[in-house]
Nanobody, 114 residues
Framework: VQLQASGGGLVQPGGSLRLSCAAS????????MGWYRQAPGKQRELVAI???????NYADSVKGRFTISRDSAKKTVYLQMNSLEPEDTAVYYC?????????WGQGTLVTVSS
């Protein structure tokens, strides 16, 4: 199984980006898909997760600005990021967690700067 993330880039403060992460291969259908991020010099942190039943959790720092969604048939998870702030600058990693295994994408860099 491989996870391919895309959509990162350079954006000005207040701007928007949409990240996508598509999985290839067979994945247990009951899973949690999510996004994590790691800023320079900091630990990786949860951004948002969405379960196969639709339950969603967000980090407090992104509530009201970011929206996570998934297309289970396409094994794809999305992260719509609005009102981006310099503090959102980080490498964003997608993740799929099942009761059997944890899968990680390669990361996509998001830079918020004027």
């Amino acid at each position: 199984v491989q996870l391919q993330a895309s959509g990162g880039g350079l954006v000005q403060p207040g701007g928007s980006l949409r990240l996508s992460c598509a999985a290839s291969g067979s994945i247990f259908s009951a899973n949690v898909m999510g996004w994590y991020r790691q800023a320079p010099g900091k630990q990786r942190e949860l951004v948002a997760i969405i379960g196969s039943g639709g339950n969603i959790n967000y980090a407090d720092s992104v509530k009201g600005r970011f929206t996570i969604s998934r297309d289970s048939a396409k094994k794809t998870v999305y992260l719509q990021m609005n009102s981006l702030e310099p503090e959102d600058t980080a490498v964003y990693y997608c993740n799929i967690n099942t009761k059997f295994k944890d899968y990680w994408g390669q990361g996509t860099l998001v830079t918020v700067s004027s």
